[in-house]
């Protein structure tokens, strides 16, 4: 089984940047991580949701089919809107779920963390605290 840890990030006051990271585990053991930027005007909420899609777009293009997959974000509200338990009123926000649903792999679930567990979470932190 993997576990595909996703974050998304921006800077709402600054504008100045906006990104994303993906943990891949298998068993426990990091296998891959990737990292990068979104529009420095991406809001929280379409990071975190562009962070989601990233790391189904990883599952689809680079996990096995038939493995089964645990995608893990801290974001309640893309986990919410992806897995159909909240709605939005903004069309910005639903379209990029849907494009998220477009990009979705076989065999996979989404599931909500506390942001103290989220392995792409803490990577970006740590990562951020560097610089």
Same mark, same amino acid.
């Given at each position: 089984?993997?576990?595909?840890? =996703? +974050? $998304?990030?921006?800077?709402?006051?600054?504008? +100045?940047?906006? $990104?994303?990271?993906?943990?891949?585990?298998? +068993? $426990? @053991?990091?296998?891959?991580i990737e990292?990068?930027? =979104?529009?420095? +005007?991406?809001?929280?909420?379409?990071?975190? @949701? $562009?962070? !989601?899609?990233?790391? !189904?777009? =990883?599952?689809?293009?680079? !996990?096995?089919?038939?493995e089964y997959k645990i995608i893990i974000g801290d974001s309640k509200l893309a986990v919410g809107l992806f897995n159909g338990t909240m709605r939005t009123k903004f069309p910005h926000l639903r379209d990029a779920v849907i494009q998220a649903q477009i990009v979705s792999p076989a065999n996979f679930e989404v599931r909500w963390s506390s942001r103290k567990y989220n392995k792409a979470g803490i990577f970006l932190e740590k990562r951020h605290n560097e610089n």
């Open positions: 089984m993997y576990k595909i840890w =996703f +974050d $998304g990030y921006s800077s709402p006051k600054t504008h +100045d940047r906006a $990104g994303y990271c993906v943990i891949v585990e298998k +068993d $426990g @053991i990091t296998s891959a990292h990068g930027t =979104f529009s420095p +005007d991406t809001t929280c909420n379409l990071a975190e @949701i $562009g962070a !989601l899609t990233k790391a !189904l777009e =990883f599952a689809k293009l680079h !996990l096995p089919p038939h």
